[in-house]
């Protein structure tokens, strides 16, 4: 096993880096950000999905934020609404979804990726979706930015028991994850580069996570710095990393 870390970006402060990162002969990018640094997206001012990351980009802007990364934020149903739980600013505005259905979606288990309030500011966790499901009620009003979507890739460490080292079944593929500092921790294969999900597991594992997400797969995409054409669209639930 090689693994190769090439610095793509200055650091940003001391808050995000983009790196590439090679591993079992693939290769991927990869954004590191503080939590407090963390946003989720979704609707516009008229109520509707901003759908591109065009429109995530404004919106951000307009809140006074300058957009240092941009990446889809998990899996939506039609008329881009999200499959499961999503909380923006403390506001629940899609509810968690425990049901069984076919999908990457309910592979279980699946799982939230979340900021919490804390006393010492925002904490970023990955956390199993039946278990945030028994949180009690006090717990819950701490989430401040949550998005749910499946399979999860690592839980405690561990990687999903549905995964296969020697599965044939590459894509392109998106997703979170916290590392061992408390770093939300993006990847996404680069460029024509498809992997299993075992695979994709074990990038997060070696970039020193515990708990990971998956997020999306042929769809998806992520910009660093990007400019006020950003291309990139067809979303439902959008991540942007800021700069105040």
């Not at 499959?83 to 509810?95: A, H, I």
């Not at 990955?126 to 890739?153: D, F, H, M, R």
């Amino acid at each position: 096993m090689r693994i190769i870390f090439l610095c793509l970006a200055l650091v940003l402060g001391v808050h995000s880096a983009e790196e590439k990162f090679e591993l079992h002969g693939k290769s991927f990018r990869v954004f590191k950000a503080q939590p407090e640094d963390v946003r989720l997206v979704w609707k516009g001012a008229n109520d509707k999905p901003l759908f591109s990351f065009q429109q995530a980009r404004q919106a951000l802007l307009e809140d006074g934020q300058k957009v240092t990364m941009l990446m889809n934020g998990g899996i939506f149903e039609p008329r881009q609404i999200p499959s499961g739980l999503y909380v923006e600013k403390g506001k629940e505005l899609n509810p968690l979804n425990l049901k069984d259905a076919p999908g990457n979606f309910f592979l279980k288990p699946n799982a939230v990726f979340c900021l919490r309030k804390t006393e010492e500011g925002l904490r970023a966790e990955v956390v199993e979706s039946k278990a945030l499901s028994q949180w009690s009620a006090e717990k819950k009003a701490t989430l401040w930015y949550a998005v749910q979507s499946g399979p999860a890739l690592l839980l405690d460490g561990k990687t999903h028991p549905a995964f296969n080292r020697g599965s044939k079944s590459e894509l392109l593929r998106n997703g979170v994850g916290v590392d061992e500092t408390g770093q939300v921790v993006f990847v996404i294969t680069d460029g024509k580069t498809e992997v299993n999900l075992w695979t994709f597991a074990d990038c997060f594992r070696q970039l020193g996570c515990r708990n990971a997400l998956f997020l999306d797969g042929d769809i998806s995409q992520m910009k660093v710095d990007p400019p006020a054409e950003v291309k990139g669209h067809g979303f439902a639930t959008i991540f942007g990393v800021v700069k105040e």
